[in-house]
């Protein structure tokens, strides 16, 4: 049985050595055999030279230690000893096997052995991890180490990690195994020795899994449901095991329950935190009607089904299915044309093993669940289903996608989300027949239903195929087009016809729609109706419709959300919102003016408020409402000490995860934060808007809006600016336990001539004191010692 030799070095900084050399100054070495440790060696290693505080910090060793260190060379013979044999096995091999090597030529002695890699091992193995360091692992994976970065310690902790994936490997079906093989040779080194090892002794048992050439898949058995139900909504929250009944909750209950006996179109304004989504779910699932359920984002669609429907499920026997566009999951025949190559690179070929070990263990086939470490995003697009799988396919009975249309089918819930809400209407899919449509966060819908009718044309791609070669004409005719294409004020008549003399019929034709409005933004040309969606028209074969936003009304005159929408009758309720003694609204007064400094001033101006509220060592959630201020505020705060990290694409679920573990202090956010993710693990956090979340006047909405208002900035663009702040203030109050503080460091919720109207709407929700800048730390320390009511 082969020997596995498992090492860890400790080392000195080479910054801060004169040679510029890392020196070993520790190194730990446990021997597995059948996975049993057979054998063990450690010992601190005299480096001749001072450690760096860094060093000394994280390991906790300290120079008197070492300078009473054998050297190296006096403790090699024993470290050979213990080598021979062996496979040499480091968690990030290149750097271990490659100091000992160094060191070991230095003093005349050539290492030869098989080498494996723990990490690549795990990336593979493990493929829906976050983070793939022995800290990460050790948490996933349930490991021990009684001192980090204690070489033998570490060294036992990857013993164990070692361990953990041969047990992976040993339950993997020998379809994926053999294919896994194929494309091994792209480990680092020899790593593939630990596979071609085990695979004589891996699960040849076919009954947990679909194999389909070298694709296994696992089998999930449907389960029956039995729905139980009560139609009283406070014997659904006893059997929840939730005791304390909240006010607005009863209500928006009861609001609901006894709409759903009409078939009128429902308006409901109940504000964030109060409890609604178990308020409007349980009496449309007591109705024994298929309810659909839709959200503004895919994050707050994972939401409930990660934190809701379990508990449903197990105390009701509620069968729910979430429902996506077919892009969300995986094809199967896309992956075994991936698989045909196996050099395409050393990422690119561990992603393929990786998606090949995913596949025996999803349910749901989604992308989303595969880790995106050191994986781009052009390696998941490869695999994207088109949800146009063909019935002759060998893939078809296999295929996510379908299954979840299957799923779907018959499930009593359905949670998608409003982009893939309207593709179904749009589609006339049979999912939304006679259903209970329940459409929470309703406002956004205008967003989604917008980008659904939006058009767009690359300028530059079109200009391109202009011949301009023998005219001075054509030339100058090319120049003026890309004046006006960058002009926010579009002359359309005139860029028509400069279109039409160069021969640009495929612009001329874009534009030559006189129902739509138009707009350029850098190389992109894009298209709008006038018009809003009318979204009444898609509603005529539903059980019932119900909208639910923080804010239905926009303006104090009436509800004007149902009327853009294309609604006339209707049913229209507002919960009245009660200001919450647990959180504490503190407006700027003496911050930078918006309007007259330039981005990387008010940036600046943030980083070094930024920092100052960090001294309360007190997580921190900050909201731009430009993707460019975060960046630049980003760029700033590198150079200080603030743990944060700053909202990328596609990282939403895992940075908020890590927010919620403590593992950084401050989070930078925009877009998807600022609609629906709630933070309910913190006893006492700060949340920090940098500006007020106007809208853009150049954005179609605003002036589709505009046309439909008197005063469109009094009458749309600041109510739906006070929406969008409630949103905010309600994702830091989720529990009465909780307590939070909101710093508004823009000064024209203090200052500016509608500070007054603005503040009246959000103290509905929030005591609200205007504050200076340095008066920020007193207050808030003031305020969240005092205990929660």
């Not at 004169?18 to 005299?46: H, P, R």
């Not at 071609?196 to 891996?202: A, F, G, S, Y």
């Not at 899994?209 to 006893?238: C, M, Q, W």
């Not at 809400?421 to 899919?429: G, N, P, Y």
Request: aromatic share 8%.
């Amino acid at each position: 049985m082969t020997r596995y030799a498992i090492v860890d070095l400790e080392a000195t900084d080479a910054s801060n050595a004169t040679d510029k050399i890392k020196k070993i100054i520790q190194i730990g070495i446990v021997v597995l055999k059948n996975g049993q440790l057979v054998d063990s060696f450690a010992s601190n290693v005299n480096p001749h030279e001072a450690l760096s505080e860094n060093i000394i910090k994280l390991t906790g060793l300290k120079d008197r230690d070492l300078q009473q260190a054998p050297d190296l060379v006096t403790i090699m013979p024993q470290i050979l000893e213990i080598l021979d044999g062996a496979v040499f096995v480091a968690h990030n091999v290149k750097f271990d096997w490659g100091l000992l090597s160094y060191h070991f030529e230095k003093l005349g002695v050539t290492l030869d052995m098989p080498r494996m890699d723990t990490v690549e091992l795990a990336r593979v193995f493990f493929p829906t991890f976050e983070k793939y360091g022995l800290a990460s692992l050790s948490n996933s994976l349930h490991l021990t180490n009684s001192h980090p970065h204690s070489a033998l310690a570490d060294a036992e902790e990857t013993a164990q990690l070692l361990n953990k994936i041969q047990q992976r490997v040993l339950k993997l079906p020998i379809a994926t195994l053999h294919e896994i093989l194929r494309h091994a040779d792209n480990f680092i080194y020899e790593t593939r020795y630990l596979l071609d090892e085990l695979i004589w002794d891996c699960d040849n048992r076919f009954e947990r899994y679909d194999i389909n050439g070298p694709i296994a898949t696992l089998k999930v058995a449907e389960k029956a449901h039995e729905v139980r139900i009560s139609p009283d909504f406070s014997t659904n929250l006893k059997h929840l095991g939730l005791k304390r009944r909240r006010k607005d909750q009863t209500l928006l209950a009861k609001i609901v329950r006894e709409d759903l006996e009409n078939g009128k179109p429902a308006f409901i304004e109940a504000q964030a935190g109060t409890g609604k989504t178990l308020a409007y779910l349980l009496p449309a699932l007591a109705t024994g009607k298929k309810v659909v359920v839709s959200t503004s984002t895919k994050l707050l669609q994972d939401q409930i089904m990660d934190e809701t429907v379990p508990a449903l499920s197990k105390k009701f026997g509620i069968s729910a299915a979430k429902l996506s566009s077919s892009r969300n999951y995986i094809s199967l025949e896309k992956l075994k044309k991936y698989l045909e190559s196996t050099n395409d690179g050393k990422n690119t070929e561990i992603f393929k093993m990786k998606v090949l070990v995913w596949l025996t263990e999803t349910e749901t086939g989604e992308l989303s669940e595969i880790s995106r470490n050191v994986t781009k995003q052009e390696m998941f697009d490869a695999l994207t289903n088109d949800g146009t799988v063909s019935n002759h396919s060998t893939f078809s009975s296999l295929d996510f996608w379908l299954k979840a249309q299957k799923r779907a089918a018959q499930a009593n819930l359905i949670v998608t989300n409003h982009a893939y809400l309207i593709e179904q209407f749009k589609s006339e899919s049979t999912h939304l027949l006679k259903a209970i449509v329940i459409v929470d966060e309703a406002q956004r819908l205008f967003t989604v239903l917008e980008n659904s009718q939006q058009q767009s044309l690359n300028t530059i791609d079109e200009i391109l195929k202009v011949d301009v070669s023998h005219s001075s004409e054509r030339k100058s005719q090319v120049h003026e087009l890309l004046q006006l294409l960058d002009s926010p004020d579009l002359k359309l008549p005139r860029i028509r016809k400069i279109a039409m003399n160069l021969g640009m019929a495929h612009l001329n034709l874009f534009l030559s729609d006189e129902d739509k409005i138009y707009n350029s933004e850098g190389n992109k040309l894009t298209s709008s109706p006038k018009d809003f969606y009318n979204f009444h028209d898609y509603t005529d074969n539903l059980a019932k419709v119900i909208f639910i936003s923080a804010s239905i009304a926009f303006s104090e005159k009436h509800p004007l959300l149902p009327e853009l929408l294309g609604f006339s009758d209707y049913h229209f309720y507002k919960i009245s919102p009660k200001q919450k003694k647990n959180q504490l609204l503190l407006a700027v007064t003496d911050g930078l003016s918006v309007n007259n400094v330039n981005v990387n001033d008010y940036a600046q101006y943030l980083a070094d408020q930024l920092s100052d509220l960090c001294q309360l060592k007190l997580p921190i959630v900050t909201l731009f409402s430009s993707r460019e201020m975060l960046e630049k505020t980003a760029e700033l705060l590198e150079m200080t000490e603030v743990s944060f990290s700053a909202q990328t694409k596609d990282q939403h679920e895992l940075q908020k995860k890590q927010f919620d573990e403590g593992k950084f202090q401050l989070l930078l956010a925009t877009g998807a934060f600022w609609e629906g993710v709630d933070f309910d693990k913190q006893k006492r956090i700060i949340l920090v808007i940098a500006r007020l979340p106007f809208s853009t006047p150049d954005d179609f909405l605003t002036k589709k809006f505009a046309a439909k208002f008197e005063n469109p900035f009094y009458d749309f663009n600041l109510p739906m600016t006070a929406m969008k702040l409630r949103q905010a203030i309600g994702r830091v109050n989720r529990k009465r336990s909780q307590k939070s503080v909101v710093v508004v460091l823009d000064h024209r919720l203090a200052s500016a001539k509608y500070a007054k109207r603005l503040q009246k709407n959000l103290t509905e929700i929030v005591p609200i004191e205007n504050t200076l800048s340095t008066e920020l730390s007193t207050k808030i320390e003031g305020f969240l010692k005092k205990p929660a009511k």
